[in-house]
Structure formats: structure tokens, C-alpha cells
């Protein structure tokens, strides 16, 4: 069976440093992969997606960027992080052909401060 | 571009009673898929049910149904039996059928559900 796991879950950070979070997904070949931001009892907001290795589309201009070195591994990274970076962020993964839906990772709580 | 709407920022229910989610979407596409997702306070985002915008029939899941209008663009969620295991954030999305471009779904900003005992 497919599953996704993100890491770190929790990550307190000061305000110009840098950032990592990575989500590794096992079970599957070649996933559609998306890191999406969540702020405070906020709605899910779409950053990157990534159809193949080394293939990234950004939604949103920020510091944020984000990288696919391997088929089923989704990195998302900043040099500089601001205040705005803290959140809860989101990994997931779908398949192009099957029902649409998406699969989720644990989520990681960044906070800046 | 497709964006969708859930005009409850919040609602609440008593045990065993029955709640109504309202969702509405905005888009050109006649073929699509809907979804709503539940996150309890854990935050893991977790499907609850779908529905592809070609089925007339309306979707099912054990207490979760909905009422999806294509003419209307409407898709709400309806919970009968609630439980106080269904308090969270719900969300509902859409997704293109069409292929390419990441196939990425959008998401409404969330209605947060509280079951009263």
C-alpha cells in the first residue's frame, strides 16, 4: 500500500534562517506532488506541484522553492525564512490517471519567530 | 480559474442530530470531481467522500452523503447521526478531470464543525 510521510512535524525557527521540510511517499511510481500552506484556521493554499523529477511548478511568488531530486521525494526549502513563512504545511500526492483525489502527509508546523 | 466557496465559516450540532455543509464552485469544465475532506485537531487531512460531476447519483458513505445540483454548481455535505467524532474542519474541493498540470485540487477556506454532546 502507498503511503506519505513529512518531516519534521514541528519546527520553531528564527527569522532568517534557512528551511527543509521533506516528504517522502513509498508504494507508488511516478506521483503528482504537491506542497500546500495552511495558515491559522485558514483554507489550503496550492505553493508547488511537481509532475516528475526535477519538473516543479510554483502558485504563489514567494522565498519559498522547492526541488524533486528522486521520483517519490518532495523538498521545500527556503534560504531566508520571514515571519508570513509560519504555518502548517502539507504534502501530498495523486496519481494523473486515478479518482483525483489526494493523499496527505502528517503536515509540518513551522513557526518563525 | 475554478475557485470554491463555503459560505459557513463555522457550524455546530447536537449529538445524533443532522448537519447540512454548504459548498458552491465556479468553474467552465462540465467534467470534474468534487471532494469533501475532514482534518480533526490532529490536522491529518482525510478523505470523507467524493463525487465525479458526470454521476447523476448522489454520493454515499456509510452516515456522509451529499447533494450535489451540477446546474447549480452546488455540493453539500450532509451528516446524519452526528457523532462526536465528526467535530472538525471540513473542506471542500474540486479538481479538473482533465489531465496535466498536476491535476492539483482547490480547496474552499474551511467550515469547522462542533458537536455538542
Known amino acids: 500500500s502507498q503511503t506519505i510521510h513529512q518531516w519534521p512535524a514541528t519546527l520553531v525557527q528564527p527569522v532568517g534562517s534557512p528551511l527543509s521540510l521533506e516528504c517522502t511517499v513509498e508504494g507508488t511510481s511516478n506521483p503528482n506532488l504537491y506542497w500546500y500552506r495552511q495558515a491559522a484556521g485558514r483554507g489550503l493554499q496550492l505553493l508547488f506541484y511537481s509532475v516528475g523529477i526535477g519538473q516543479i511548478s510554483s502558485e504563489v511568488p514567494q522565498n519559498l522553492s522547492a526541488s524533486r531530486p528522486q521520483d517519490r521525494q518532495f523538498i521545500l526549502s527556503s534560504k531566508k525564512l520571514l515571519l508570513s513563512d509560519s504555518g502548517f504545511y502539507l504534502c501530498?500526492?495523486?496519481?494523473?490517471?486515478?479518482?483525483?483525489?489526494?493523499?496527505f502527509g502528517e503536515g509540518s508546523r513551522l513557526t518563525v519567530l | 480559474a475554478q475557485t470554491v466557496t463555503q459560505s459557513q465559516p463555522e457550524m455546530s450540532v447536537q449529538e445524533a442530530e443532522t448537519v447540512t455543509l454548504s459548498c458552491t464552485y465556479d468553474?467552465?469544465?462540465?467534467?470534474?470531481?468534487l471532494f469533501w475532506y475532514k482534518q480533526p485537531p490532529s490536522r491529518q487531512m482525510i478523505l470523507v467522500i467524493r463525487q465525479e460531476a458526470y454521476k447523476q447519483q448522489n454520493a454515499t458513505e456509510n452516515r456522509f452523503s451529499v447533494n450535489f445540483q451540477k446546474a447549480a454548481k452546488s455540493f453539500s455535505l450532509k451528516i446524519s447521526d452526528s457523532q462526536l467524532g465528526d467535530a472538525a474542519m471540513y473542506f471542500c474541493?474540486?479538481?479538473?478531470?482533465?489531465?496535466?498540470?498536476?491535476?492539483?485540487?482547490?480547496f474552499g477556506e474551511g467550515t469547522q464543525l462542533t458537536v455538542n454532546p
Open positions: 474541493a474540486y479538481r479538473s478531470r482533465i489531465g496535466g498540470s498536476g491535476s492539483r485540487l482547490t
Open positions: 468553474t467552465s469544465e462540465s467534467d470534474y470531481y
Open positions: 501530498a500526492w495523486n496519481l494523473g490517471e486515478n479518482t483525483g483525489e489526494l493523499f
